[in-house]
């Protein structure tokens, strides 16, 4: 009887490195998932919970977007790969298409009759010249948006109001980009917890109150929590300690972490239909307005002297202010629609994917721990102490499985 006893002792204290590991996964696995989910607030506030960073989607936004907009892009070097000869050539044949309906459309709208009467032969050369000024206008219009990019496009702005619309896309930039760092918070605190754990062991073979088990758990919970982000992000450049070389786990994955968030950021926040988009609807499409306006009544003027006097003629000034301004309305309405042939050659051109990810693998050590840090900086202690309070109630659950 005495031996079966003994034996079951054997196994009860042999349990204890291995529940403190299991306290030390689960707490760390918890603490993870309480980060980033749920996205969106679950209870009767103000009891519930939110996931640390979706609470705080604009500022964690914020900061994974100065990264992008201090260190790794100047959109203003990216837009003078773009050559306006070749904008112009890719956007040809859709311009041919919408001078003539835009022509016929002013024309039928301003004269009528006179248009229902004039030659065809006036009718094509009107069309023509018409067809050789608007590739014109493009070039202009991407000198002009190349001089002014920074006015057209707020790069931080774009990419934040993004994000904001789609709070799981936050989550996803950390998850993806941090996998093995996250994947290693959660194995080390079963490392860690079991190693604890045959200290736990010996204490409590000769000192048994109730609460150490529920001390050791919380001790677990905070300090697996801890070691884990420490040993992710320290120390920051390669340290020789003998025949090994140390350094962080996430600086170790530069160049890995540097192609995932290329890829994230070209395929889901700034990709080429997305920027052109934001310049010609965005906030800045005013400036953009202002810009084109010029070159829009130029074409007209050049249209009008190429029609043999018969628009000047029979418009008159004020007619033809008219007819600026509704040309200038309906080229601005078929822009975004023309501009779309050349986002093949516009993404090629500006090559986002692989100029995010050269810059970002050639980022020191300091700047690129900036990149992850702040999803756990964003309340660091609020993640250690979660680990540390449900460390302490696995603790009790411990002591009262074994030894009640």
Known sequence: MSIQLTNVEILLYLSIPLT???VGWFTN????????????????????WQGIIPSKTRKMAEKSVDLLTQKL???????????????????????EEVSRKITDEVMHSQIPEVWDRTPKTIKESIYETAEQELPIVVKQMMADIKANINELLDLKRLSVSILMKDKALVNEIFLRCGKVEFKFIERSGFYFGFLFGFTQMVIFYFFKPWWLLPLFGLIVGFITNWLAIKLI???????????????????????EVAKEYSDIVS???LTTEGLFEYMVRGPGAEKLAVLLKEHVETVVDNTAGASKGIITFFSGEERMSIIKSIVFFRFQQE????IRQVFNYAEEALDLRNNLRTKMSALSPEEFEGFLRPAFQEDE??????????????????????FS
């Open 20 to 22: 403190s590991g299991l």
């Open 381 to 402: 202690i609020i993640l250690i102490m979660i680990g540390a309070f449900l460390g302490c109630l696995a603790g009790f659950a411990q002591y009262f499985i074994l």
């Open 73 to 95: 892009l100047k959109m203003e070097e990216q837009f003078a790969k773009i050559d306006p000869e070749v904008v112009a050539e890719e956007m040809r044949p859709g311009l």
């Open 29 to 48: 696995y918890l603490a993870l998932k309480m980060t980033f989910y749920p996205i969106e607030f679950v209870g009767i506030r103000p009891i519930g």
């Open 233 to 255: 992000f320290e120390p920051k450049n390669p340290l020789k300690l003998g025949p090994f070389v140390v350094q962080g786990l996430f600086q170790k994955r530069q160049l």
């Open 267 to 269: 395929s889901k926040i």
């Open 335 to 338: 822009l975004p629609i023309s």
